[in-house]
């Protein structure tokens, strides 16, 4: 057994129990509760499992789970930014990639390599893993809004438009679930909890 490997994956599983302390703005269905990083990571690897038949193209479901599992790891040194944020530079691709190398880097090389490998995959978005992983990952916050009256849409003042920009990504990993989404965005704003 190598113990200096063991060391180091030890160490990296120390470091990233932090996600669970990064705050984000949208709140747990049907609460008052924001949800934390590591919440919102763990729920979209299930929406994947369980949504993977949705996909537009033949994906590698392991993949798509370890991008979602992975992908706000960088937030624990770049920290959260909120979607619809209008000041806030939402592609500070340097900071997350330096992130990505240190909490990465703390594994074994070969487990680094494949985990920021995988970690970059998922921001260039241009696979069908990465595209359904993205897919997820606007799909979780829209569910949440609904079930909140409006959620972070009515306490930013987040009109359709901007919704319906940032959600398209759905589209890019699946037609049905953006159907589905974009209904839903129409729906909001019927039911009044979205403004347009």
């Avoid at 160490?11 to 996600?19: R, T």
């Avoid at 992975?70 to 930014?81: K, Q, R, S």
């Avoid at 997820?136 to 959620?151: A, F, I, K």
């Avoid at 989404?181 to 129409?186: M, V, W």
Wanted: net charge negative; aromatic share 8%; no cysteine.
């Amino acid at each position: 057994m190598n113990f200096e490997q063991l060391q180091k994956q030890i160490d990296f599983i120390h470091e990233i129990d932090k996600i669970k302390y990064i705050q984000r703005r949208t709140r747990l269905f049907n609460s008052d509760r924001t949800e934390n990083d590591a919440e919102h990571s763990w729920h979209l690897a299930l929406m994947a499992i369980v949504l993977s038949e949705h996909s537009d193209q033949k994906i590698d479901l392991l993949k798509v789970v370890k991008m979602l599992l992975i992908h706000d790891l960088v937030e624990i040194d770049a920290g959260d930014v909120f979607l619809y944020d209008t000041v806030v530079n939402h592609t500070n691709t340097e900071a997350e990639l330096a992130a990505a190398r240190r909490i990465f880097g703390l594994l074994p090389s070969e487990q680094a390599n494949e985990l920021i490998s995988v970690w970059e995959e998922f921001e260039a978005g241009e696979t069908a893993e990465s595209k359904f992983a993205r897919a997820m990952d606007r799909m979780e916050p829209l569910l949440q809004n609904r079930s909140n009256s409006g959620g972070t849409w009515k306490e930013f003042n987040v009109q359709y438009d901007k919704v319906v920009e940032k959600k398209s990504v759905i589209k890019h990993g699946s037609q049905v679930l953006w159907s589905y989404a974009k209904k839903l965005i129409d729906q909001s704003v019927e039911d009044g909890i979205l403004q347009k």
